[in-house]
């Protein structure tokens, strides 16, 4: 009878190892584009819709276009939590600093980790970014990733990411950024895979003191075009609602900011279809007084 219980918990293990490698094989690798090799970051960008290629000076920017984290004043240091699809084994979490110095210039680095013990990404990436002639930002960064599947290998790959904005005027900010311009790829047990590259444009406008509007075209250039928008109200000086909704594959997403002396703190919840539910958090803390 023990050996009997034995074996079906054996099974029942192993079953549940291959159905989640499966999901994860399947959504991350063979869909990319839908599942977003170059996640979004932070609850705020995430309420949004996840564009957040135009908003500048931000350092949350770090994650999403390099040029964005020129005109911080200060630094900041943030950590984001996702679990996807509500399971646990698809948990996804990043931490990072930036700081401005010079003459509107700002360094970042970052750290990543995604997956479970069967099934772990984990990365470190370096940002910098300048903004010139009063109305242009430019950054670049690099980003070195490692993929390990439990009984089957590892590898690396260093890809590089680029990307520019430009100050239209008060209102309105207009971003560009391309992601794995070296086409990097991974290979485990001699079956190559090329991590997606990902153009993004996109723009944030300011319609009112309070009022905050972004939209983002975004190609995989091996999957179909997806646009994602949204919104963000703020309510008072410290709290900030938000919504937003993206296409391929569609999904919608609602959050709130808290914003209260140097601590800001951004919860969210995303709808993806077919996919379902997951839940985001970011805290993060400034040394010094960033621009919004």
Do not use: C
Request: charged content about 15%.
């Amino acid at each position: 009878m023990l050996n009997k219980l034995n074996t079906i918990f054996y099974f029942d293990r192993m079953i549940r190892f291959w159905v989640l490698f499966g999901v994860i094989f399947f959504f991350h690798f063979h869909v990319q584009a839908q599942i977003d090799q170059a996640p979004a970051s932070g609850g705020r960008a995430v309420a949004m819709g996840k564009a957040y290629t135009g908003v500048g000076g931000d350092y949350w920017a770090l994650f999403h276009n390099p040029a964005g984290i020129a005109g911080m004043d200060g630094a900041q240091a943030g950590v984001y939590l996702e679990q996807r699809f509500l399971l646990s084994e698809l948990n996804f979490a990043q931490a990072g600093f930036a700081t401005s110095f010079a003459d509107n210039q700002a360094f970042g680095f970052s750290l990543s980790s995604f997956g479970f013990d069967a099934y772990q990404e984990n990365s470190v990436g370096l940002v910098y970014g300048i903004e010139v002639l009063n109305r242009i930002r430019v950054g670049a960064g690099i980003k070195y990733g490692i993929l390990n599947i439990q009984e089957q290998g590892n590898d690396g790959s260093l890809l590089v990411q680029v990307g520019i904005q430009t100050q239209v005027n008060s209102e309105l900010s207009i971003g560009f950024s391309a992601y794995n311009v070296n086409r990097a790829q991974l290979d485990v047990q001699g079956v190559p895979e090329i991590i997606p590259s990902i153009l993004r444009g996109g723009l944030a406008y300011s319609a009112s003191d309070r009022v905050l509007l972004v939209f983002d075209l975004v190609k995989d250039v091996d999957h179909a075009l997806s646009y994602r928008g949204g919104l963000e109200y703020e309510i008072n000086e410290v709290l900030k609602a938000r919504g937003g909704v993206g296409t391929e594959p569609l999904s919608f997403s609602l959050g709130l900011g808290i914003d209260w002396k140097e601590f800001q703190a951004d919860f969210a919840s995303s709808y993806t279809e077919r996919l379902g539910y997951s839940p985001h958090l970011s805290i993060s803390y400034r040394f010094g007084k960033s621009a919004k």
